[in-house]
């Protein structure tokens, strides 16, 4: 029951920080993140639907 318990409060702990992470990327860069992003994947839908 106990190593039970500790793996769930890494895995918590592990995407608790993630989380964290990623949150703050975005809001310190939400501007050169989401342009890149949004074009290279519609880019890649097109592609695939074209083909």
């Avoid at 949150?23 to 639907?49: D, G």
């Amino acid at each position: 029951m106990d190593n039970e318990r500790k793996v769930a409060e890494r895995v918590i702990g592990f995407f608790d920080e993630e989380g964290i992470v990623r949150k703050t990327s975005s809001l310190e860069l939400p501007a050169k993140p989401t342009p890149k992003t949004s074009p290279q994947s519609t880019q890649k839908t097109t592609n695939t639907t074209n083909k």
